[in-house]
């Protein structure tokens, strides 16, 4: 595998826009290990983002074993992406409602890189080897930082992808645990051999690779090439500093209080200095993080739109199979004409009994229930459950009160980074019991033949 970049350049805004990336080239091996440090704004992110085939570039070519990969349709772009590129972010962007396996057999099922109990026994391999051979079945939630960012390395990697992209992937950790997660990846890289590039702000990080680059103001420019000496770089550095100045004159005495005034003085305009470089990069910080948060909001409304307006769904029937059970039978209509992956639908039934909600049992039919559907027009789901319920609330004489609560995952690609919307549903029904005769219910309601097994009732 090689990468290759070649003068990519990144516009913002309208022509001739303003240039976060400019002309960067860059060659990455399978194998290799590639370090970009640089200040915030200067452009990583988007440079990554350009490795990763995640943004097109305004100008230069990208070309991965001489594959042209904006020549790529969309749809051989994003196999392409989910094959060949793993991705781990600043935040673990972890799905809250699904267990680590889960997660990270994710990009396997969505991509259908393979079938699901290989992309399963991959996920648990992958936990293992990232420490969390016991924490498989744990939800995000109930991880610490360092676990969820174990588990997103584990994700990225599940593809077994030949590049790994990592964006500053630990710049929210402690320094201890930061460690640990680099020497994971440089670990996992020798075991993989996956081509690295590792973005971070820390030079001690950064000279761990084999070769290093700096971004300014979008220029990527290399650096020079880290001290083979094995002394620790940041001290290393100090000492080279020191001895790079003028050696130390033997001193005159000085008066007592002398050195402080002449430090006071001296401080005083680097302080002032120093005091406007940080609130320069924390206003630009405060700029960038609002545009960030602008752009987040205006992606999520985007999936809103789609996972809530461009998909229908609604109960289709319930059929008494006898003696309490039943099938419901649940649809999904692809409405809006967008493409829409669903993902673990998800269904339970409750019967209210008094004021509460009791949960009956609810078991998924053969098909709609495993892994990812590309929803196009309609799509059905069964259940069966079993509503033997005493003492159940009567709203209408006679019948049950009944809620089918379902959950899924929805996305516009079969390979999502990130781009998931959890919708959640709730359909009410009155259902019919049955141990009731139909003349006991026809002597309370009026019905123009045999009473209906279950009515729809309008959202609530
Ligand atoms: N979608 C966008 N639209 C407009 N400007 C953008 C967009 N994305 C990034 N920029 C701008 O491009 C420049 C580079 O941003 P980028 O995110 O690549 O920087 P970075 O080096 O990754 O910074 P950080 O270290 O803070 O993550 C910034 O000035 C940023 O405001
Ligand atoms: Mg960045």
Do not use: C
Request: charged share 25%; hydrophobic share 45%.
């Amino acid at each position: 595998m090689t990468l290759s970049a070649q003068s990519l350049t990144k516009r913002y805004g309208a022509a001739p826009g303003y240039a976060a990336v400019r002309d960067a080239s860059l060659e990455l091996r399978r194998g290799e290990f590639i370090s970009i440090v640089g200040r915030s704004g200067s452009g990583k992110s988007t440079l990554m983002a350009m490795l990763g085939a995640l943004t097109r570039p305004t100008e230069g070519r990208l070309l991965l074993d001489g594959t042209d990969v904006w020549a790529l349709s969309e749809t051989q772009r994003a196999t392409f992406r989910a094959r060949q590129i793993g991705f781990v972010f600043q935040f673990p962007s972890l799905l809250s409602n699904l267990t680590a396996a889960d997660n990270v057999a994710v990009p396997a099922l969505l991509g259908r890189t393979m079938a699901a109990e290989d992309a399963y026994a991959r996920a648990r391999d992958l936990l293992a080897r990232v420490g969390l051979a016991d924490r498989m079945d744990a939800y995000p939630g109930s991880m610490s930082g360092g676990e969820q960012r174990r588990v997103a390395v584990a994700r990225a990697l599940i593809n077994a992808p030949p590049l790994l992209l990592a964006d500053e992937p630990t710049s929210d950790l402690d320094e201890d645990t930061e460690g640990d997660i680099i020497d994971l990846l440089e670990e996992l890289q020798r075991t993989e051999s996956f081509g690295f590039v590792l973005v971070t702000h820390d030079l001690e990080l950064a000279q761990r690779a084999e070769r290093s680059f700096e971004m300014r103001q979008g220029m990527l420019a290399a650096r020079e090439r880290p001290q083979l000496e094995a002394a620790p770089p940041r001290r290393a550095m100090a000492a080279r500093l020191d001895g790079a100045r003028a050696a130390p004159q033997p001193r005159a005495p000085v008066r007592l209080g002398e050195s402080l005034w002449r430090g006071v003085k001296i401080f005083l305009p680097a302080a002032a200095a120093i005091f406007a470089a940080i609130l320069a990069v924390d206003v630009g910080v405060e700029k960038y993080q609002a545009m960030r948060l602008r752009e987040r909001a205006g992606r999520v409304a985007a999936l809103q739109h789609l996972a809530l307006n461009s998909l229908r769904g609604d109960v289709q029937s319930v059929t008494d199979l006898g003696d309490g059970r039943y099938e419901l039978t649940t649809y999904l209509q692809n409405v809006g004409g967008d493409r829409i992956y669903v993902m673990a639908p998800q269904m339970r039934a409750y019967v209210q009994v008094a004021s509460l909600w009791q949960e009956v049992p609810m078991t998924p039919g053969d098909e709609g229930a495993a892994g990812v559907t590309k929803i196009e027009g309609k799509q059905t789901y069964r259940y069966r459950f079993d509503a033997r319920v005493r003492d159940f609330a009567q709203l209408l004489p006679n019948y049950m009160h009944v809620r089918f609560s379902g959950s899924m995952l929805v996305s516009p690609s079969s390979a999502p980074n990130g781009d998931v919307f959890e919708r959640k549903d709730n359909y009410y029904v009155y259902l019919k019991p049955f141990d009731v005769a139909d003349d006991v219910v026809l002597k309370r309601m009026r019905f123009s033949g045999k009473p209906p097994v279950w009515i729809p009732m309008p959202p609530h």
